[in-house]
């Protein structure tokens, strides 16, 4: 009896230590993507960007979280004080939620132990982070609205209308690879791509609807309306100061971070990569193949920002109704065909 | 009617054809371009660290120089105050006394000589004027001030200090004015 | 431990539920019923049914109750616009509500005599289970729950196109 509780606590310490460092490895990827945004803006415009704090600038990420700390936080008058309160918080809450079901790589050997590097294997992972960038819209949408700021609501108004348009092309680009794999959970789609075996051959036209967007969900450039400084102010976080706003674009690097690792995962192989065994480094190569596949894809989506000019907002409905979908529509049927072909 | 330049350009709003309409080999060439200026060298100059060398052409901060024992080069000719087509410079001559031969080369000096630097316009014509190469216009640039008065600048602004790291170099300048009066003699 | 797990969600859904109702701010309103719509999909999880607490979760949540909000904040509602209700209309309210009160009741009252007539099989909320048995036993009323959006899509379509030429 006792060693089973024992096995049942090391297993409970083990998932505890794993959701930590996830923590804490997804606040640091996000503070230092702040870095890394500034400083790929500034190379693409043939600058230096921030070199001041530290060298190269490394510690200007805690520059700008003392910076943030130390800002007055200032609560509208008007606004709806603890939904304005909330929002931030279910914004970063539900961007952080969805780093639990990715599979960050097979097992890991650390002092004799097998730590499985994925928090939990749910059977309807994808299905999972689906759900919960859905409900991100919250945090952006009860935000404006208890702001009592007309540009904030117009930014929450922009960003829900954006979500669910794209959310349904994003969902029909799954489908496809659903269909294609037969399953729902990410660690056997990974485990599926073993080599060079990439979701991506098979799904050209797939990844690019959802890396599209993937790019509209996080309201990333060329889709960042909700936020557009020129016309809204800042949009949805207009009245946000302090870590309040530092919560807000923490939590957008965040799902930067999330999209990058989803796209990694379900297009591009996860942890496995022509030739390299994921087991290698007493397992520790199957992360490190997936770090570098995400931060690629974090360039991709910054050096995107900094040269595509950002959508007029019929050309965004345009867009995401009349050509994501109904692309998506195809793809699936296409792959459809060629499950059913292929199979008998 | 007739265009004046060859630059204008007739804009033309014809159907785009199904490459043009599906963006992405537009999108990848700017992709490309910004790709190429990433690996560019920055044009940044990183100013309090590194500065640019000026001009030998550029007109800033005066300075009355000394000469090489420290005494003042100016004799409060007054052929600058002439020159000034701003009328920015005033100044009061004096006697030079005994005794005081270590500070003013020449038997006058100016007891005060004022720089107005908001009627200043930077010409430069005061050191082209000038016969005993006392004034000069350096690189400084002249600092601002909440207050008209203070951008009177007086000789303590505007004399250079005796000690020779106070000296202000003005070999670069010194020389581009003296081919610039060299070439202006050979013409006439 | 699933009891408790349980009654703590049906007790935070029932409240969340009247909150609904009762909160005077609409955009509140919506709010608390996402709640419910949470505590709900809790409740399927209990039940093994991941893939409906999911569904319910992205379809209800993400997407139904964003229109919901976008409605409502996109409405000026305040105390000015508020429609003057007739007293006719609110006797008319309370009866109807009654009646579907006095429904519900006759409805639980044969509800208990069934009982849970046979344990239900506790992996038919999983993906595969769910899907064999929607495409085999129930296509029909699947198809027609298709072909009903179909028609709603359309209707809706015609009525936001005022002079459609038929």
């Known amino acids: 009896m006792s060693v089973l509780l024992f096995l049942f606590l090391g297993a409970l310490l083990q998932k505890f230590g794993l959701v930590a460092v996830l923590f804490l490895v997804t606040l640091g990827i996000a503070a230092y993507s702040?870095?890394?945004?500034?400083?790929?803006?500034?190379?693409?415009?043939?600058?230096?960007?921030?070199?001041?704090?530290?060298?190269?600038?490394?510690?200007?990420?805690?520059?700008?979280?003392?910076?943030?700390?130390?800002?007055?936080?200032?609560?509208?008058?008007?606004?709806?004080?603890?939904?304005?309160?909330?929002?931030?918080?279910?914004?970063?809450?539900?961007?952080?939620?969805?780093?639990?079901?990715?599979?960050?790589?097979?097992?890991?050997?650390?002092?004799?132990?097998?730590?499985?590097?994925?928090?939990?294997?749910?059977?309807?992972?994808?299905?999972?982070?689906?759900?919960?960038?859905?409900?991100?819209?919250?945090?952006?949408?009860?935000?404006?609205?208890?702001?009592?700021?007309?540009?904030?609501?117009?930014?929450?108004?922009?960003?829900?209308?954006?979500?669910?348009?794209?959310?349904?092309?994003?969902?029909?680009?799954?489908?496809?690879?659903?269909?294609?794999?037969?399953?729902?959970?990410?660690?056997t789609m990974a485990e599926m791509q073993s080599g060079f075996n990439w979701t991506v051959i098979y799904q050209p036209l797939g990844f690019l609807i959802f890396f599209i967007c993937a790019l509209a969900e996080c309201n990333r450039a060329p889709f960042d309306l909700p936020e557009c400084e020129t016309e809204l102010v800042g949009g949805f976080h207009t009245e946000y100061s302090s870590m309040k706003l530092g919560f807000y674009l923490f939590a957008e690097y965040i799902n930067m971070f999330i999209s990058s690792a989803v796209i990694a995962t379900v297009y591009f192989g996860g942890y496995n990569f022509p030739f390299v065994d994921p087991a290698w480094l007493g397992g520790l190569m199957g992360p490190v193949v997936l770090f570098a596949k995400i931060f690629f894809f974090i360039f991709v989506f910054m050096?995107?920002?900094?040269?595509?000019?950002?959508?007029?907002?019929?050309?965004?409905?345009?867009?995401?109704?009349?050509?994501?979908?109904?692309?998506?529509?195809?793809?699936?049927?296409?792959?459809?065909?060629?499950?059913?072909?292929?199979?008998? | 009617?007739?265009?004046?330049?060859?630059?204008?350009?007739?804009?033309?709003?014809?159907?785009?054809?199904?490459?043009?309409?599906?963006?992405?080999?537009?999108?990848?060439?700017g992709m490309w371009t910004t790709l190429k200026h990433f690996f560019r060298k920055p044009a940044t100059v990183k100013y309090p660290d590194e500065q640019r060398p000026f001009a030998p052409v550029y007109r800033g901060l005066h300075v009355l120089k000394r000469d090489e024992?420290?005494?003042?080069?100016?004799?409060?000719?007054?052929?600058?105050?002439?020159?000034c087509p701003a009328e920015a410079i005033t100044m009061v001559a004096e006697e030079r006394e005994r005794g005081e031969e270590k500070l003013y080369r020449e038997e006058k000096y100016a007891a005060t000589y004022e720089i107005n630097m908001l009627r200043c316009i930077f010409c430069g014509l005061c050191e082209e004027a000038c016969p005993k190469e006392a004034i000069f216009l350096t690189d400084r640039i002249v600092p601002s001030d909440y207050v008209r008065q203070n951008f009177i600048f007086g000789k303590d602004l505007l004399v250079e200090g005796v000690e020779p790291e106070k000296r202000i170099d003005v070999t670069v300048r010194q020389k581009h004015i003296q081919e610039k009066k060299q070439a202006a003699s050979t013409q006439a | 431990?699933?009891?408790?797990?349980?009654?703590?969600?049906?007790?935070?859904?029932?409240?969340?539920?009247?909150?609904?109702?009762?909160?005077?701010?609409?955009?509140?309103?919506?709010?608390?019923l996402i709640l419910t719509f949470f505590t709900i999909a809790g409740l399927y999880i209990l039940l093994n049914a991941q893939f409906l607490a999911v569904v319910h979760i992205i379809v209800y949540s993400g997407a139904i109750m964003v229109l919901?909000?976008?409605?409502?904040?996109?409405?000026?509602?305040?105390?000015?616009?508020?429609?003057?209700?007739?007293?006719?209309?609110?006797?008319?309210?309370a009866v109807a509500a009654g009646m579907l009160l006095v429904t519900l009741v006759g409805a639980m009252r044969g509800g208990i005599e069934l009982q849970a007539a046979a344990q239900p099989n506790s992996q038919v909320g999983l993906v595969e289970n769910l899907g064999k048995v929607l495409f085999t036993d129930f296509v029909v009323p699947f198809e027609i729950a298709g072909i009903l959006f179909l028609a709603a899509m359309v209707g809706a379509v015609l009525v936001g196109k005022r002079d459609l030429k038929l």
């Open chain 1, 34 to 187: 702040t870095y890394g945004e500034r400083k790929v803006a500034a190379f693409l415009q043939d600058r230096v960007g921030p070199d001041r704090a530290g060298p190269f600038g490394l510690l200007q990420p805690i520059a700008d979280g003392v910076k943030m700390f130390m800002k007055e936080d200032f609560i509208p008058q008007g606004s709806e004080k603890w939904l304005f309160i909330l929002a931030p918080g279910i914004f970063i809450f539900v961007a952080l939620m969805t780093g639990a079901v990715i599979p960050w790589g097979t097992t890991l050997t650390l002092f004799g132990a097998n730590i499985d590097l994925q928090v939990t294997d749910i059977n309807i992972g994808i299905l999972y982070i689906l759900g919960f960038t859905s409900l991100g819209v919250y945090g952006i949408m009860i935000g404006g609205w208890a702001s009592n700021n007309k540009y904030s609501l117009y930014g929450a108004i922009r960003a829900s209308s954006q979500m669910i348009s794209y959310e349904l092309a994003m969902g029909l680009s799954v489908i496809a690879v659903v269909m294609l794999t037969g399953t729902l959970s990410l660690r």
């Open chain 1, 303 to 344: 050096w995107i920002r900094w040269t595509l000019p950002r959508f007029r907002y019929d050309q965004l409905m345009h867009l995401g109704w009349k050509v994501l979908i109904p692309l998506a529509i195809l793809n699936m049927l296409l792959t459809g065909a060629g499950v059913l072909w292929f199979e008998s």
């Open chain 2, 1 to 29: 009617m007739q265009p004046l330049t060859n630059r204008s350009k007739v804009i033309v709003n014809k159907e785009m054809s199904f490459m043009e309409r599906i963006y992405i080999p537009a999108i990848v060439g």
């Open chain 2, 69 to 83: 024992n420290g005494a003042e080069r100016c004799t409060a000719c007054g052929l600058c105050a002439v020159a």
């Open chain 3, 1 to 32: 431990m699933t009891l408790a797990i349980f009654l703590t969600l049906a007790v935070i859904a029932v409240i969340t539920a009247l909150l609904v109702v009762l909160s005077r701010n609409p955009v509140h309103s919506v709010l608390y």
């Open chain 3, 68 to 93: 919901f909000l976008f409605v409502m904040m996109l409405l000026n509602l305040n105390k000015d616009t508020e429609p003057q209700k007739s007293n006719l209309w609110k006797i008319g309210g």
